[in-house]
């Protein structure tokens, strides 16, 4: 299958700091990307859609402002933490999907653990 | 997107057939079942989805009612690395919206 990769695999950050973590398609052309975050022993929620070279699509209760996605090609997408908290520590996962509807699979990276001091 | 209900937890044994049920009755014509199941601390793998007919490949099968309210994914002879939580996930648009899924443990 398709494989989409994510780095850092684990980050520690300070408190006030930002953080960028790195989604991208390796072997296909992602028409659009998702971000998701899961908290402990908590299942993956949606924060934002993204398509490349248009702005991300967010979640309702989710702070554009302070996740900052930048979906440049086809086979990158970033999403940055700004102004990082302990609050913001979760493991944050990207996907890619190769087309658009339902009827299309998406592909999962191996996820990103965040630890904010 | 339908929302889905699936058992909170299932067992099996080694060498068994699992089979993790998935009430879907809200769904409509047009969206797609899939199967999709994570392994702790890792990103969701695919298994498997359909719309209607019953799908079969070479991790697992899927059954899915008549009616398209339920469906079953059958692993259909488990082993320990199986031990996973299996999200059961329906879906028009483009984006995937996981519920709390089921924790299968596979038990020698």
């Known amino acids: 299958g398709a494989v989409v990769s994510q780095h850092p695999s684990r980050v520690i950050c300070k408190s006030g700091t930002s953080v960028k973590i790195e989604c991208r398609s390796l072997?296909?052309?992602?028409?659009?990307m998702f971000w998701y975050r899961q908290f402990p022993k908590q299942s993956l929620m949606l924060m934002a859609t993204?398509?490349?070279?248009?702005?991300?699509?967010?979640e309702q209760g989710v702070e554009k402002d302070k996740f900052l996605i930048n979906h440049a090609s086809l086979t990158l997408s970033t999403l940055t933490v700004t102004s990082a908290h302990p609050e913001d520590s979760s493991f944050y996962i990207c996907s890619a999907s190769t087309g658009g509807g339902p009827s299309y699979e998406q592909y999962f990276g191996p996820g990103t653990r965040l630890t904010v001091t | 997107d339908a929302k889905t209900t699936q058992p909170p937890s299932m067992d099996c044994a080694e060498g068994r057939a699992a089979n993790l049920p998935c009430n879907h009755s809200?769904?409509?014509?047009?969206?797609?079942v899939y199967w999709y199941r994570q392994i702790h601390s890792q990103g969701p793998q695919y298994i498997i989805h359909g719309l209607k007919n019953n799908e079969t490949n070479e991790m697992a099968s899927l059954i899915i009612t008549e009616d398209r309210k339920s469906s079953t994914l059958i692993l259909p002879h488990a082993t320990l690395r199986d031990t996973a939580v299996y999200y059961c996930i329906v879906r028009v648009g483009n984006d995937m919206r996981f519920g709390a899924g089921t924790r299968l443990t596979v038990k020698p």
């Open positions: 072997d296909f052309q992602a028409t659009t």
């Open positions: 809200t769904i409509s014509g047009n969206e797609y």
């Open positions: 993204s398509n490349e070279g248009s702005k991300a699509t967010y």
